[in-house]
């Protein structure tokens, strides 16, 4: 699978982002779909994922502030950020990853990552 981010960039703390993740085929219910994120230094970590299988799934440093959906007819997710605070600042990457379900390695994949960039 081929993945494509888009929606990266720079804002203040407490402002609003959205990134948008598109697939270049239609992923299997098996498979979830969304964000890690990855800051220097640090280890990458789970953002959101959503699945038939799996439903939906957020990172605690996220949940009430960040909304994954899904529009299955464009394979793509998009994930709205509210409140974003400077540690959300990252490279957040795009992923299909087997997750709740079974999802065959065609299906599986990254994105190249896109930066977002929380300044106080």
């Known amino acids: 699978v081929q993945l494509v981010e888009s929606g990266g960039g720079s804002v203040q703390a407490g402002g609003s982002l959205k990134l948008s993740c598109a697939a270049n085929k239609n992923i299997t219910s098996g498979c979830a779909m969304g964000w890690y994120r990855q800051a220097p230094g640090k280890e990458r970590e789970l953002v959101s994922l959503?699945?038939?299988?799996?439903?939906?799934r957020y990172g605690d440093s996220v949940k009430g502030r960040f909304t994954i959906s899904q529009d299955n007819a464009k394979n793509m997710v998009n994930l709205q950020m509210n409140s974003l605070k400077t540690e959300d600042t990252a490279v957040y990457y795009c992923?299909?990853?087997?997750?709740?379900?079974?999802?065959?390695?065609?299906?599986?994949?990254w994105g190249q990552g896109t930066q977002v960039t929380v300044s106080s």
């Open positions: 959503i699945g038939r299988v799996l439903g939906i």
């Open positions: 992923a299909v990853v087997q997750l709740g379900g079974i999802c065959p390695s065609a299906f599986r994949g």
